[in-house]
């Protein structure tokens, strides 16, 4: 998406102007243009020169941003500068000195007139004098807010008015209905009606030409203060972009600006230095703090091998690095890049308001004239009449429907990005939040991904610290991952490092040495068995383990075994409770995992998850996503290259940020900290935002639906009321101010906190195998142990299982010849003489059913 900046644009109407006109360009497929960041994305094949020149036709000015690819800090300035608020500074000079005209102007019009207040003894009873003064103080008053007139003018020329247009149309025809007036009573005054003279004082609107233009700028003043509070976020981030960095390049240290540093380059790092660019730690550890991208206030270890990223701060040890993404390609960029993306595209819900923003000023005219010539129809004069159409040009406003959901976008955005949670673009900002069934990668999702010790069952005789020792000198050769997390163990408890020799790996069954004169061994239960005795208690504790997702791996010296140790790919401390918050928003949560069924159901139990489908092959997971939309809107949620179809497949891909680059470019949302519980804490704060949306439109069109009316006129012969043209601008002005206010709430919005969060349905398509979820309850699954005789080997496992699962009341079947039982989860009721006969019928025997 190309990114361009768009100047010129003072309302929704003006965005939708530009955003018509652009799309209109042949080879345009793409358009979104942002009123609040004064910025536009344009995808497809056509030139910048045919983009600019649409805009630029339309009535508005665009440049393109950006260009070459920069250095994060330069890039990081160009894009704060883009956003630094000159409109405040520039409005709240207009608006003092306006205050001042206007107070002098109100004085004479209201104070004199009304309340009898001294004026110059030259301008008691002088009322042509009073006039003139009036006409030229408001003349300057106009003159000093002029931008108004020149925008609504020019955008009127090309046919497409907008906001200023109505305060321009407004407040003119005040100026012009009141010179009228004043030209009036000076010929009646050379007459010498002094009655006429005084009913023509009465016509004068100086005051309200001056007001209404006082008041918008008031309007516009708290708006512009707030929609920079809105991009605080993005502001904070940019500033975050280091300036230098220190260079060792032939044993000489040198500070160097950061577009000077190359990928490749090696620099170093002092405590209480930021890190400039994203780089690998070659030499030295240190603690650094992560917490300006990830949120974590917690500081990260950090040794040889390990990665460090820009405006990160190094904490405690001397660091030497080496750069792996400079410029643009930082993480830090990336981020930067990622929000002002999500703020340059535009949520689905925000299309009502476009289609009404475009034809909103037009109508709003066509309403005035209406008002006015109704008026004039039904025997009112002409100042009453006009006072009703001016009242409803000035109270009409299209800028609350247009910051109704671009502001509540932004906030959320950048909330999302000071917690680590980074939302891609609007669309996936607003339909996060709608997931109905989340699918859930095991492996460094769920678990950490990397296999640590957690059991270690010595020998008769041996004690752990022996066994580990020599499990250690066996494995140190071996590059099986389950062989690291025996070696990681060791090097916890700092054990020396022992050798053995005449190594040899054994593919599919272990590993054999020899170690200090004795014949060492380690491997699967089945490989040990034929190098060992191997007693029914072991074997029975090797089963336990396994049930709970652990590998259970045997050693043994001189033909006796001599332990074993349980490795398992750990669970993540928080991904229990994220599992149990996404149920209780009545997300269905699903486990996909490539493991075998026994070791899947196990992880699954522990997690909590509703559903578990195992042995899903690396390029399988795409189609099981597809046949998971069946049951409604779907994330998927997952870390690796082979989740990338997934991600890409799935209504929205959530990836870990610990994960492979490609399935962060497939995925709508990145979780920086690559923890779990950040995907109900990113549900929630889309849900905060599509409501906020919701607040937000709803106030804009309920405004515009009462006060249009009520500026008519249409109470008056009703109630008898009427609305001033002053307090139709008050009213608009606040209208922007109150809107953007609202969305400015979500930066008081807990994301972590789950107390509130409400449940959503999912779809049910009648397959009773399909588990789903209700609004005031879960489904509940029963169980039944078949014990049955007669099965000898894995196939007749298969068979078993078949015939179970092929009724209809059977979730699933967990079936084991050596236990000789069958695992019989239901999900309806069935008796227990259908799941003996059908068994039976197999030519098994059916000893009992609990």
Known sequence: ME???????????????????????????ACSVSLLTNSMGVEGTASSQEIIAAVENAGYGAAEKGGEKKSSAVGAAEAEDLLKDRETPVLKRRLFTSIGFLAVLMYISMGHMMWGWPVPAVLAGNHVAMGLIQMILAAIVMIINQKFFISGFKSLWHRA??????????????????????????????????????????????????MILTLITVGKMLEARSKGKTTDALKSLMKLAPKTATILSDGVETEVSIEQVKKGDIFVVRPGENIPVDGIVLEGSSAVNEAALTGESIPVDKAEGD????????????????????????????????????????????????????????????????TIIVWLAAGQGIGFALARGISVLVISCPC????????????????????GIMFKTAVSLEEAGKMQVVALDKTGTITSGE??????????????????RMACALERKSEHPLARAVLERAKDLQMPEAEVSDFRALPGNGLSAVFEGAALCGGSLKF?????????????????????????????????????????????EDSPQAIRELQNMGIHVVMLTGDNERTAKAIGKQAGVDEVIAGVLPDGKESVIRELKVRGKVAMVGDGINDAPALTRADIGIAIGAGTDIAIDA??????????????????????????????????????????????????????????????????????????????RLNFFNMRNGA???????????????????????????????NIEGMMCGHCEARVKKCLENLPEVKEAVVSHEKGTAVVELNGEISDEVLKKTVEDQDYTVTGIQ
């Open 3 to 29: 990114q361009y900046t768009v100047t010129g644009m003072s309302c929704a109407a003006c965005s939708a102007r530009v955003e018509k006109a652009v799309s209109k360009v042949p080879g345009v497929t």
């Open 161 to 210: 008015p907008n906001m200023d247009t109505l305060v321009a149309l407004g407040s003119g025809a005040s100026f012009v209905y009141s010179t009228y007036a004043l030209f009036a009573m000076t010929d009646v005054q050379m007459r010498g009606d002094m009655a006429g003279v005084m009913n023509y004082m009465h016509e004068f609107y100086f005051e309200s030409a001056a």
């Open 307 to 370: 990665r460090v990223s820009a405006a990160t701060v190094n904490q405690s040890g001397f660091i030497r690095c080496e750069a792996t993404r400079v410029g643009e390609d930082t993480t830090l960029s990336q981020i930067i890049q990622m929000v002002s993306d999500a703020a340059a595209t535009k949520a689905p819900i925000a299309k009502v308001a476009d289609r009404v923003s475009g034809v909103f000023v037009p109508v709003v005219i066509t309403i005035a004239v209406l």
């Open 400 to 419: 609350a429907l247009g910051l109704a959901t671009p502001v509540a976008i932004m906030v959320g955005n950048g909330m999302g990005a000071k917690n």
């Open 451 to 468: 296999p640590r010790v957690t059991d270690m069952i010595p020998a008769e005789g041996i004690d752990e610290k022996e066994l580990l």
């Open 528 to 572: 040990i068995r034929t190098q060992a005795e191997v007693t029914e208690s072991v074997r029975i504790q090797a089963e336990r383990l396994a049930e709970e997702g652990k590998t259970p791996l045997f050693f043994a010296r001189d033909g006796k075994l001599i332990g074993m140790i349980a490795v398992a790919d750990v669970m993540k």
């Open 667 to 744: 995925a709508d949302v990145v979780l920086m900290k690559s923890r779990l519980s950040d995907v109900p804490a990113a549900i929630r704060l889309s849900r905060a935002t599509l409501k906020n949306i919701h607040e937000n439109l709803f106030w804009a069109f309920i405004y515009n639906i009462i006060g249009i009316p009520l500026a008519a006129g249409l109470w008056y012969p009703v109630f008898g009321l009427k609305l001033n043209p002053m307090f139709g601008a008050a009213a608009m002005s606040l209208s922007s101010f109150c809107v953007v206010s609202n969305a400015l």
């Open 756 to 786: 509130k969060d409400k449940k959503i349905k999912t779809k049910n398509h009648g397959n009773p195998k399909e588990a789903h979820v209700e609004n005031d309850k879960e489904e509940k699954n029963m169980e039944k142990i078949m």
